[in-house]
């Protein structure tokens, strides 16, 4: 039941528009012009929109595999891209608005402040997984290799949790809060991983063991 909900088209284009609510709960709160620091507010929307799709998209996997349903995954481009597209308008935020396109004052900001340096590195390794992001892609890459490339998520989820940390003044409960997210999922593809390999380990002997028969052919 939930299955056939999830393959249908019309979910595909609910939980899409679902995905720009925050988007446009955030111009509908800019623009009538009442807030006192819009910049401050529109970055830190779009910082929080990126970590949970980051968050989101890293919980596909392991959903899909405790709920026994396969077909999530069909959800998980989109919300790696929606972090993509949250991610893009924090920077955009942070050149546009907050340093008016001095090219210099940025790259001295990526430099010297650790925090901007994490949150760039993280932006700059979401890039090919965006690109690289169709079915194309993954054909000509080959679904191995691409695999591999699309694990540097892992590493932007860590570096974003480690941004979000450095850049709180006092109150750390949020970033803290989204580390242990990140952590739990990590620590769980770690475990399937491992059981995985143990499984193949001792699949192996077995194998060798059984003779090639007609039957077994
Ligand atoms: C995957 C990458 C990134 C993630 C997950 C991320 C996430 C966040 C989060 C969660 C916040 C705090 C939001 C809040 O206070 O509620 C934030 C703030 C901020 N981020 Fe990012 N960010 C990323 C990349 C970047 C990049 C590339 C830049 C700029 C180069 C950047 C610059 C900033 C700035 C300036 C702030 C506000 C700092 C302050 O309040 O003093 N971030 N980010």
């Known amino acids: 039941m939930l299955n056939s909900i999830l393959t249908s088209k019309i979910t595909k284009v609910v939980?899409?528009?679902?995905?720009?609510?925050p988007l446009a709960l955030l111009i509908w709160q800019v623009l009538p012009g009442t807030l006192a620091d819009p910049i401050a507010f529109i970055t830190h929307r779009t910082g929080d929109w990126t970590l949970r799709f980051l968050v989101i998209t890293l919980a596909i996997t392991p959903l899909r595999k405790l709920l026994h349903l396969?077909?999530?995954?069909?959800?998980r481009r989109m919300m790696g891209l929606f972090a993509f597209f949250y991610v893009c308008l924090h920077f955009t935020t942070?050149?546009?608005?907050?340093?008016?396109?001095?090219w210099a004052e940025l790259w001295k900001d990526v430099l010297k402040r650790p925090f901007i340096t994490l949150g760039f590195t993280g932006f700059v390794l979401l890039i090919p997984l965006a690109v690289t992001s169709t079915a194309g892609w993954i054909r000509r890459m080959g679904g191995r290799r691409w695999q591999v490339l699309h694990r540097l998520v892992y590493v932007t989820a860590v570096l974003g949790v480690i941004h979000y940390y450095w850049l709180v003044k006092s109150d750390?409960?949020?970033?803290?809060?989204?580390?242990?997210?990140?952590?739990?999922l990590l620590a769980w593809r770690l475990g399937d991983w491992l059981i995985r390999r143990r499984g193949k380990a001792a699949a192996v002997p077995t194998q060798r063991k059984e003779p090639v028969t007609?039957?077994?052919?």
């Open 15 to 21: 939980v899409f528009a679902a995905c720009l609510v």
């Open 172 to 184: 750390v409960r949020k970033p803290v809060f989204y580390g242990a997210l990140v952590a739990i």
């Open 94 to 102: 942070w050149i546009w608005l907050d340093h008016n396109f001095a």
């Open 70 to 75: 396969p077909q999530l995954i069909r959800f």
């Open 214 to 217: 007609a039957e077994t052919a």
